[in-house]
């Protein structure tokens, strides 16, 4: 159960750069919106996927200043799948699993601070009364109370390597079980380990879920993919408040036509991925746009033409979960931000 949280894209990366202002652009931030993602809260025993107690009440306090606008996660998908803008610097927030801190240490917090958030279960562990986790009783007060619970599948699988008709199984299963205890058929999900591809993709889609998410960083638009959206992920490594801040200003790079359009990497000769896009807007310089990869750092980044980006890698990724982040300087020092997951099975 306990997710791995890269050390992706280090604060560090950036603070060399030099900030640029731009002038205005066709996407401006009103198209845009953070998700963050939560697992546990105060259990230092798991710094992978602990945040500490004063790491975020320091993230609350920040939410709480008056520069953003935290709504709940299914009302954000609503209105950019309207095309309406959304108030500046949108934020959503997102628990993974359904672990006791989870009910004893964030959702006091956030009630008492009015921030809304979505938790999203896997149903299995609910049901084996996993040590450490929520029960049904705690997860139908907390749903009673307005919490929005999202479908993380029945048994929390690597859906990779499921047949598409097991991974039909385990939402049926999942969907079953909340229909039965809470009465609730959820509308969001949320891939174990951020893992998926295209085929799982349009089986989610399928489900009549109206998003999904990954654990891969980045800020989210109407123009993007509806059923993989990004999440920046917050530990205890990647808690601290000038990171929480950067995270919380991004905006979408606005992108299409990104290949591959699978990131499931399974055939022969499609590893390492020949990863490109297209800009669409005018967001300034891409010259200033810079790539770095989970297994080999910075990535060799060639513009073709006005718009369309080329990203390249000398090594194959390994096996498992492997991330790109691309990002480039706005205006107000914020930063344009597009991230990927590959899963190499």
Not at 3 to 9: E, L
Not at 89 to 109: N, Q
Not at 150 to 165: K, V
């Amino acid at each position: 159960m306990v997710r791995s949280c890269r050390k992706i894209i280090r604060i560090g990366f950036f603070v060399g750069f030099t900030a640029v202002l731009f002038s205005a652009t066709s996407l401006s931030a009103a198209d845009s919106s953070v998700i963050f993602m939560y697992h546990r809260f105060g259990e230092r025993e798991h710094p992978t996927t602990n945040i500490s107690i004063e790491q975020f009440e320091s993230h609350i306090k920040e939410l709480q200043s008056g520069a953003y606008a935290v709504l709940p996660v299914t009302e954000i998908i609503e209105t950019l799948r309207q095309g309406k803008s959304l108030p500046e610097r949108t934020i959503g927030i997102t628990v993974d699993d359904a672990y006791l801190s989870v009910y004893t240490e964030a959702w006091p917090r956030l009630k008492k601070a009015g921030l809304p958030f979505t938790l999203f279960i896997n149903t299995d562990d609910i049901d084996r009364a996993t040590p450490g986790s929520m029960t049904w009783d705690k997860l139908r007060e907390m749903a009673d109370a307005g919490v929005v619970i999202g479908h993380q599948s029945a048994s929390h699988p690597h859906m990779p390597r499921l047949s598409i008709e097991e991974n039909r199984l385990e939402i049926k299963k999942g969907f079953d079980r909340f229909e039965q205890m809470l009465g609730i058929r959820p509308t969001l999900f949320a891939y174990p380990y951020g893992e998926a591809g295209m085929e799982i993709e349009r089986l989610v889609s399928e489900s009549g879920f109206s998003a999904a998410f990954g654990q891969h960083s980045g800020a989210i638009s109407g123009s993007g993919d509806f059923y993989y959206l990004p999440r920046f992920s917050l530990n205890e490594t990647y808690g601290d408040l000038p990171r929480f801040r950067t995270a919380a200003n991004a905006l979408a790079l606005p992108v299409s036509d990104i290949t591959p359009a699978d990131h499931l990497l399974s055939a022969a000769g499609d590893n390492p991925p020949a990863f490109g896009f297209t800009v669409t807007a005018d967001i300034g310089d891409l010259n200033r746009l810079t790539c770095f990869t989970s297994h080999e750092g910075r990535a060799d980044v060639s513009r073709l033409g006005e718009s369309r980006i080329e990203v390249r890698m000398k090594k194959p990724m390994p096996k498992g979960r492997n991330r790109i982040n691309c990002t480039m300087p706005a205006s107000q020092s914020r930063w344009r931000w597009l991230g990927r997951q590959f899963f190499v099975p």
